[in-house]
C-alpha cells in the first residue's frame, strides 16, 4: 500500500504546491463566476503558459489532461515520488499466514 501521509507531507504540503493549488481553485472560481464552468460539468480551466500564466481558457478533461510538450515529466528527470514506497503484497503476507485459499481460483 501506499503511504500517502508520506507522499503528503513529503510533496503536496510544500509551499510552492499549496500556493499552485489555492491558484488552481482561485482561478476555476473566477471561471465559476463567469458562468464558464459549473460542477461535473467535465470542464477544466487550462492554463495557457502553465500555472504562472493569467491566460485561461475552458476545455473538456480528456482534451486538457496529456497534451503534447506540457507538463508530466521530461526525459531524464527523476520522479517526484518519495524514495521509500511502502507497497504490501497481500498474497505473500495472507500466503505467509495460511490464508491463501481465500482470494481467488488456484
Keep these: 500500500m501506499r503511504d500517502y501521509k508520506d507522499e503528503y507531507k513529503k510533496f503536496q504540503s510544500s509551499p510552492k504546491q499549496r500556493a499552485d493549488n489555492r491558484k488552481r481553485k482561485r482561478d476555476r472560481y473566477r471561471m465559476a463566476k463567469k458562468g464558464l464552468v459549473t460542477k461535473g460539468d467535465g470542464k477544466e480551466v487550462h492554463h495557457v503558459g502553465g500555472i504562472d500564466s493569467n491566460k485561461l481558457t475552458v476545455s473538456d478533461k480528456s482534451k486538457n489532461r496529456g497534451k503534447k510538450n506540457e ?36
Excluded: F, L, W
Excluded at 515529466?73 to 498474497?91: E, F, L, Q, S, T
Design 71 to 106: 507538463g508530466g515529466r521530461k526525459k531524464g528527470v527523476g520522479h517526484n515520488y518519495p524514495k521509500k514506497r511502502k507497497y504490501v503484497n497481500k498474497r505473500k503476507k495472507d500466503k505467509a499466514a495460511g490464508n491463501e485459499s481465500k482470494h481467488c481460483c488456484p
